[in-house]
Nanobody, 121 residues
Framework: QVQLVESGGGLVQGGGSLRLSCSATGSIFRINRMGWNRQAPGKQRELVAA???????NYADSVKGRFTISRDNAKNTVYLQMNSLQPEDTAVYYC???????????????WGQGTQVTVSS
């Protein structure tokens, strides 16, 4: 069984910064892709950033230059450093991790419980 635990959300003023963390624990053989999505009230969930096992990254256009995704493979943890936050970044942020529990096994996506990020103007 795999569990993801998120932390780091909160309330911040516009222009401020937050750092989100997401740690995976449990029966993990290997982790592939890790990432963050977000969902604002009344909107669909959208990709924010993702990082492959090789370290390649991609970002939503709206966060490029402001957010940075990184990972610590030894800790099975993915981070999202968010700078120059804007009210439009207000949303619940969800991490996801693609995990296989055995050699040669399929990868399945696991999701965190979500953490609220609120940016005041």
């Amino acid at each position: 069984q795999v569990q993801l635990v998120e932390s780091g959300g909160g309330l911040v003023q516009g222009g401020g910064s937050l750092r989100l963390s997401c740690s995976a624990t449990g029966s993990i053989f290997r982790i592939n892709r890790m990432g963050w999505n977000r969902q604002a009230p009344g909107k669909q969930r959208e990709l924010v950033a993702a990082i492959t096992s090789g370290g390649s990254t991609n970002y939503a256009d709206s966060v490029k230059g402001r957010f940075t995704i990184s990972r610590d493979n030894a800790k099975n943890t993915v981070y999202l450093q968010m700078n120059s936050l804007q009210p439009e970044d207000t949303a619940v942020y969800y991490c996801y991790v693609q995990i296989t529990t055995s050699s040669g096994g399929n990868y399945y996506s696991h999701w965190g419980q979500g953490t609220q990020v609120t940016v005041s103007s």
